[in-house]
């Protein structure tokens, strides 16, 4: 499918990028805002033929109760055995990452920091992988007509992507701004944006309280 063959050249753009200079599709991964940017072609034109793809996929017929098998992750987009959790936890560590094995498939230490504690950790063991927008979340506010390759792309989308603990990660849940915030306050602002971007990137819905919560988060900035 079209979406999902521009989803694998997109992904391993992101998975490889570093700061400081560029790589060979013109961005590179900002290890500050964790977001992939684009500088020059042929960039541009991979992510504007992804988002094109994607609002051009029709609606599919899944079922309308949530169901975390319907949203694939996490993919080995480039088929080099690293999934996104890996290429994330490569391309997010602060210092050169070591793997479990001799197939470096899979990372066992590193260092990164947690956004929503402001804690260090050094064994990927201790992380897990969170989705800003849950998929929960997602799926009840416009997401339960999606196909499943708009869901493999949601799913497994970088900036919809932080580092976090364990304990962190299973207290927010799928919760939103109004429901649950992160422990560390001096990441309110940048948390309350991220929300954004994501939600208005999918045409997702917001509810009043939601929206609320959001314009109270924006005068943290």
């Known amino acids: 499918m079209k979406v999902t063959f521009l989803l694998c050249l997109l ?6 990028s570093h700061g400081g200079g560029l790589d060979n599709q013109g961005g590179h991964f900002n290890r500050k805002t964790h977001i992939y940017q684009c500088h020059k072609e042929p960039c541009f034109s991979i992510q504007q033929k992804s988002k ?5 996929a029709k609606p599919g017929t ?17 088929g080099d055995c690293q999934n996104t959790r890996q290429e994330l936890l490569i391309a997010t560590s602060k210092v050169s990452v070591r793997f479990k094995n001799a197939k470096r498939c899979t990372v ?3 260092k990164w ?32 007509s999606w196909t499943k390759a708009q869901r493999r792309i949601f799913a497994n ?8 603990d364990d304990a962190t990660n299973q207290s927010k849940s799928d919760q939103a701004p109004h429901e649950w915030l992160p422990p560390q306050k001096s990441y309110w602002c940048e948390y309350g944006k991220r929300w954004e971007r994501i939600k208005d990137k999918y045409g997702l819905r917001y509810s ?3 929206r609320i919560v959001l314009n109270s988060l924006n005068e943290t900035c």
């Open 113 to 144: 920091h947690g956004v929503y504690t402001g804690q260090t950790f050094n064994r990927a063991s201790d992380v897990d992988i969170d989705h800003v927008v849950p998929l929960a979340h997602a799926h009840r506010n416009g997401a339960e």
């Open 208 to 210: 009043n309280q939601e």
């Open 62 to 78: 899944f079922s309308r109760v949530y169901n975390r098998k319907d949203w694939p992750h996490w993919i080995d987009a480039d």
């Open 108 to 110: 066992k230490y590193g």
């Open 157 to 164: 989308d970088f900036e919809n992507l932080l580092v976090v």
């Open 52 to 56: 094109e793809a994607y609002e051009q």
């Open 11 to 16: 992904l391993p753009t992101l998975a490889f």
